[in-house]
């Protein structure tokens, strides 16, 4: 006969971090905590009714890591593609990406490159992918993924080479040199995806949630989330394949040319009754997400003042009039807004339309890369919430050459941001930085110090401590999610989403958190993952 009851017992468990409480045993029934305390207690509940006891012998438990900015199906996508992360020239960018294509495929696809690594100081070009593959369209993301390199095939199939966008590059002759960003970006990988199948996404998701239970990672918030993401998640936990528990933002809607002139999904919401939380204890609707600007790497997040090594203040991708018609209808739906601001004159934008709505309602803020003090106040008073990425501070090592010392303080304020009570949520934005949970940490806790990055020296007080880090990727996340009554720590009557790693990161040095391995997930009091 099954146990009803499961008693988790000898080990170190950490029920929450602010406080940080511990615990010597967790009963778990019906996929909640029952009761978290002593051992004696626990193995004497679970023997009067003869229900299971496993020896944790020492090992240390955690609660689950909430990411709540990723994108599940671009990830599962990612796991398939040429890995260019870290290449470090032009010329090792083609070699990867004539090995990969040995594997076949109607498309080649590759993801993380970085021209600010590249030996020639440059940009690749549709020229340099077409030396290595012209016969097959060949696309590779860069790390932001809101800009990519294309070759001839590709932008021919795309209808890209005679398109008049201000998102396809150009030489100084007008050739278009492959390198699309934004919107262009954009009409390229529909292109791809219209050549996918239902079957593909659901393969592609299925690979992601599989990865984030070996990580450790027991709840998402997956973002951009289209029509064929939807059906593929609700179609994987139907057959119960889904592994952690999903909250998906939609995209509005899209059509080709604009990137907001259709918003028939959230009408399709607002008909159906559909309201922030809809759906069962794995995969939920919490509302819609939208792409208001850019990134810093591809210099299309938009500033108050120029960049500062460049002759541009990037651009918003959506008018305020209709960031301020979305905003409101959704929010009058009952359905969460998260909106992406990296840039600073975006985050005006966003404060202003939250701001029209009298409530911003927990509404989120994505990414806040670069945030004025004032405005960190303003976000407080508002009630709005952020999901942040602090593995960006290690990854966009050049940030100071886009926005100058001057601008240094602006730069991730995560400290800043908590002392005025702000939530922070931690997420990785995966595939754009590493699911794995313990590098997000390192990168909060220590904020580039051990790889030189030069933000460390202008703003050492904007790191976090570690208590800070880890109540952010967990109870902060759940918030975040409007989920803080189920997850994010493991007090009773909360979901059992926990992991067991094999040491205690509160006594490590800083250096050796990147190290830490998960060895079980949990998620619902059900094994998901076993090293």
Same mark, same amino acid.
């Given at each position: 006969?099954?146990?009803?009851?499961?008693?988790?017992?000898?080990?170190?468990?950490?029920?929450?971090?602010?406080?940080?409480?511990?615990?010597?045993?967790?009963?778990?029934?019906?996929?909640?905590?029952?009761?978290?305390?002593?051992?004696?207690?626990a193995?004497?509940?679970?023997?009067?009714?003869?229900?299971?006891?496993?020896?944790?012998?020492?090992?240390?438990?955690?609660?689950? !890591?909430?990411?709540?900015?990723?994108?599940?199906?671009?990830?599962?996508?990612?796991?398939?593609?040429?890995?260019?992360?870290?290449?470090?020239?032009?010329?090792?960018?083609?070699?990867?990406?004539?090995?990969?294509?040995?594997?076949?495929?109607?498309?080649?696809?590759?993801?993380?490159?970085?021209?600010?690594?590249?030996?020639?100081?440059?940009?690749p070009?549709?020229?340099?992918?077409?030396?290595v593959?012209?016969?097959?369209?060949?696309?590779?993301s860069?790390v932001?993924?809101?800009?990519?390199?294309?070759?001839?095939?590709?932008?021919e199939?795309?209808?890209?080479?005679d398109?008049d966008?201000?998102?396809i590059?150009?030489?100084g002759?007008?050739?278009?040199?492959?390198?699309?960003?934004?919107?262009?970006?954009?009409?390229?990988?529909?292109? !791809?995806?219209?050549?996918?199948t239902?079957?593909?996404?659901?393969r592609?998701?299925?690979?992601?949630?599989?990865?984030?239970?070996?990580?450790?990672?027991t709840?998402?918030?997956?973002?951009?989330?289209?029509?064929?993401?939807?059906?593929?998640?609700?179609?994987?936990?139907?057959?119960?394949?889904?592994?952690?528990?999903?909250?998906?933002?939609?995209?509005?809607?899209?059509?080709?040319?604009?990137?907001?002139?259709?918003?028939?999904?959230?009408?399709a919401?607002?008909?159906?009754?559909?309201?922030?939380?809809?759906?069962?204890g794995?995969?939920?609707?919490?509302?819609?997400k939208?792409?208001?600007?850019?990134?810093?790497?591809?210099?299309?997040?938009?500033?108050?003042?120029?960049?500062?090594d460049?002759?541009?203040?990037?651009?918003?991708?959506?008018?305020?009039?209709t960031?301020?018609?979305?905003?409101?209808?959704a929010h009058?739906?009952?359905?969460?807004?998260?909106?992406?601001?990296?840039?600073?004159?975006?985050?005006?934008?966003?404060?202003?339309?939250?701001?029209?709505?009298?409530?911003?309602?927990?509404?989120?803020i994505?990414?806040?890369?670069?945030?004025?003090?004032?405005?960190?106040?303003?976000?407080?008073?508002?009630?709005?919430?952020?999901?942040?990425?602090?593995h960006?501070?290690?990854?966009?090592w050049?940030?100071?050459e886009?926005?100058?010392?001057?601008?240094?303080?602006?730069?991730?304020?995560?400290?800043?941001?908590?002392?005025?009570?702000?939530?922070?949520?931690?997420?990785?934005?995966?595939?754009?930085?590493?699911?794995?949970?313990?590098?997000?940490?390192?990168?909060?806790v220590?904020?580039?110090?051990f790889?030189?990055?030069p933000?460390?020296?202008h703003?050492?007080?904007e790191?976090?401590?570690?208590?800070?880090?880890?109540?952010?990727?967990?109870?902060?996340?759940?918030?975040?999610?409007?989920?803080?009554?189920?997850?994010?720590?493991?007090?009773?009557?909360?979901?059992a989403?926990?992991?067991?790693?094999?040491?205690?990161? !509160?006594?490590?040095?800083?250096?050796?958190?990147?190290?830490?391995?998960?060895?079980?997930?949990?998620?619902?009091?059900?094994?998901?993952?076993?090293?």
């Open positions: 006969m099954k146990k009803l009851i499961r008693a988790f017992v000898n080990g170190k468990i950490y029920v929450s971090f602010n406080p940080k409480r511990t615990a010597e045993a967790l009963l778990v029934a019906f996929g909640r905590i029952l009761y978290a305390g002593s051992r004696e207690k193995e004497k509940i679970a023997g009067e009714l003869s229900e299971e006891i496993i020896d944790l012998r020492g090992k240390v438990v955690l609660p689950g !890591f909430i990411d709540s900015h990723l994108h599940l199906e671009e990830l599962g996508m990612y796991l398939n593609m040429a890995d260019l992360r870290g290449v470090g020239s032009i010329e090792e960018l083609k070699e990867r990406v004539r090995e990969h294509a040995k594997k076949g495929g109607t498309w080649i696809l590759g993801h993380g490159w970085d021209q600010e690594l590249f030996d020639e100081k440059r940009w070009t549709r020229w340099d992918i077409d030396e593959v012209k016969d097959r369209p060949v696309m590779l860069r932001c993924l809101h800009a990519a390199v294309l070759n001839t095939k590709a932008m199939m795309a209808g890209l080479l398109l966008s201000p998102g590059m150009r030489d002759e007008g050739e278009a040199t492959g390198v699309v960003k934004e919107e262009a970006f954009e009409l390229a990988r529909e292109k !791809f995806k219209e050549t996918l239902l079957e593909d996404y659901e592609f998701i299925k690979d992601a949630v599989e990865h984030a239970a070996s990580l450790g990672v709840a998402v918030g997956t973002v951009s989330v289209e029509e064929r993401t939807l059906k593929a998640l609700s179609n994987l936990e139907a057959r119960g394949e889904l592994k952690v528990r999903v909250f998906a933002y939609l995209d509005p809607g899209r059509r080709s040319g604009s990137m907001y002139g259709s918003t028939d999904i959230l009408r919401l607002k008909k159906l009754g559909m309201r922030w939380g809809f759906g069962g794995i995969l939920r609707i919490n509302g819609i939208i792409l208001a600007d850019g990134s810093l790497g591809a210099r299309t997040a938009w500033l108050s003042k120029p960049y500062s460049a002759r541009t203040r990037g651009y918003p991708n959506i008018s305020k009039e960031l301020e018609a979305i905003v409101r209808e009058e739906a009952g359905l969460q807004v998260a909106v992406h601001a990296i840039g600073d004159a975006t985050m005006d934008m966003v404060l202003d339309v939250y701001e029209h709505l009298g409530n911003a309602g927990r509404h989120r994505e990414h806040a890369s670069i945030l004025r003090e004032e405005q960190i106040e303003r976000i407080s008073r508002l009630g709005a919430v952020l999901a942040v990425q602090p960006f501070v290690i990854t966009d050049w940030v100071l886009r926005v100058g010392e001057e601008r240094a303080g602006w730069v991730y304020p995560f400290k800043s941001a908590l002392k005025k009570g702000i939530v922070l949520g931690l997420s990785t934005d995966s595939p754009i930085e590493p699911l794995n949970p313990w590098e997000t940490v390192y990168a909060a220590t904020r580039g110090k790889e030189g990055v933000l460390y020296k703003t050492p007080d790191a976090l401590t570690l208590e800070e880090a880890l109540h952010a990727y967990t109870h902060g996340s759940a918030c975040i999610l409007g989920e803080e009554r189920e997850l994010g720590t493991l007090e009773e009557g909360k979901f989403d926990f992991i067991v790693v094999d040491r205690d990161p !509160f006594e490590v040095d800083e250096r050796e958190l990147r190290s830490i391995k998960v060895l079980e997930t949990y998620v619902g009091g059900r094994s998901v993952f076993k090293a």
